[in-house]
C-alpha cells in the first residue's frame, strides 16, 4: 500500500559537523564569538556550538534561527515576508523554539531542504556572513 509512509531526506551528521567547523573557522578569522546550531528537517538539533566568550543569548537564539528557517527563507528573508501582513508576524513571533532574528539559513541539497543553520552572538550583517560561508563548505558533498 503506497500513500501509508513516506521518506524524507534530512542533513547527515558529518554535513552538520562541517558547517560547524567552517562556521567557526569563519568567526575566528573575524575576530567573532559566536554560536552555532544545525538543525533536521524535523527541527532537531543536530549539531552544536558555542565558541568561548559567545553571549549566553545566543544559545537558546540560534536553534531557533534555525528552526524558522526550515520554511525555506532566511529568517531575515522570512520577516520580511511576514512585515505586510500583522496577525501572520505575531503569530510566527509568538511560535516556540523560533525566531525572525537574523542568522538563520535553509539548507538545501538539489533544491530540497533537508536542514538548517542558525548563526549568532555577532552583528546581523556578520552572523548571515559566516552561516553562509559555512554552506559553501557543503559544495564537497554534492
Same mark, same amino acid.
Given at each position: 500500500?503506497?500513500?501509508?509512509t ?7 551528521? !558529518? +554535513?552538520?559537523?562541517? #558547517?560547524?567547523?567552517r562556521?567557526? %573557522?569563519? *568567526?575566528?578569522?573575524?575576530?567573532? /564569538? ?9 527541527g ?5 556550538h558555542?565558541?568561548?566568550g559567545?553571549?549566553v ?10 528552526r !524558522? +528557517?526550515?520554511?525555506? #527563507?532566511?529568517?531575515?528573508?522570512? %520577516?520580511? *515576508?511576514?512585515?505586510?501582513?500583522? /496577525? ?6 509568538t ?8 542568522g ?17 552572538? !555577532?552583528?546581523t ?7 553562509? %560561508? ?9
Amino acid at each position: 500500500m503506497s500513500g501509508l509512509t513516506f521518506t524524507t531526506e534530512s542533513i547527515s551528521s !558529518a +554535513a552538520a559537523l562541517t #558547517l560547524i567547523d567552517r562556521a567557526v %573557522a569563519k *568567526a575566528s578569522e573575524k575576530g567573532l /564569538a559566536v554560536a552555532i546550531a544545525v538543525v533536521d528537517i524535523d527541527g532537531m538539533l543536530k549539531a552544536f556550538h558555542r565558541m568561548d566568550g559567545t553571549p549566553v543569548i545566543a544559545v537558546d537564539a540560534v536553534p531557533a534561527k534555525a528552526r !524558522a +528557517a526550515l520554511m525555506g #527563507l532566511s529568517t531575515e528573508e522570512l %520577516a520580511e *515576508a511576514l512585515s505586510d501582513n500583522q /496577525a501572520n508576524l505575531l503569530s510566527m513571533v509568538t511560535m516556540k523554539d523560533v525566531t525572525l532574528l537574523g542568522g538563520g539559513l535553509p539548507i538545501r541539497s538539489a533544491d530540497r531542504i533537508i536542514g538548517a543553520i542558525g548563526v549568532g552572538g !555577532a552583528l546581523t550583517e556578520e552572523d548571515v556572513a559566516i552561516a553562509e %560561508a559555512a554552506l559553501a563548505a557543503l559544495s564537497a558533498f554534492d
